[in-house]
């Protein structure tokens, strides 16, 4: 399983920004996507995640309605919709697969990681 995530930038509070991750290996079907990040100094953190099916959404409290999760199993694809961005949300985003299909949002339930892409927003 590879994972390639893209889409991070220099936005300014307030903006949206949709962050990609483009899957190739295994069955795409038989995982779980999800997004996590790290901010300078901190730990990796969880952010969102999507069952293969698309119909479970998991979010970390800091984002929900703020970001939505998407998957494409069609393009072997996942994505993260980020609105109303805030300073506090400047980290590396990584991409990750599981093959369990209920998250709790530790990083121990996914088995694949891509590199991360950064996001960077200004005040």
């Known amino acids: 399983v590879q994972l390639q995530a893209s889409g991070g930038g220099v936005v300014q509070a307030g903006d949206s920004l949709i962050l990609s991750c483009a899957y190739s290996?295994?069955?795409?079907?038989?995982?779980?996507m999800g997004w996590f990040r790290q901010a300078a100094g901190k730990e990796r953190e969880f952010v969102a995640a999507?069952?293969?099916?698309?119909?479970?959404?998991y979010y970390a409290e800091s984002v929900k309605g703020r970001f939505t999760i998407s998957r494409d199993n069609s393009e072997n694809t996942a994505s993260l919709q980020m609105n109303s961005l805030k300073p506090e949300d400047t980290a590396v985003y990584y991409c990750?697969?599981?093959?369990?299909?209920?998250?709790?949002?530790?990083?121990?339930?996914?088995?694949?990681w891509g590199q991360g892409t950064e996001v960077t927003v200004s005040s």
């Open positions: 990750a697969a599981s093959p369990f299909q209920r998250i709790v949002g530790r990083e121990d339930e996914f088995a694949s």
């Open positions: 290996g295994r069955t795409f079907r038989g995982y779980a």
């Open positions: 999507i069952n293969w099916s698309g119909s479970g959404t």
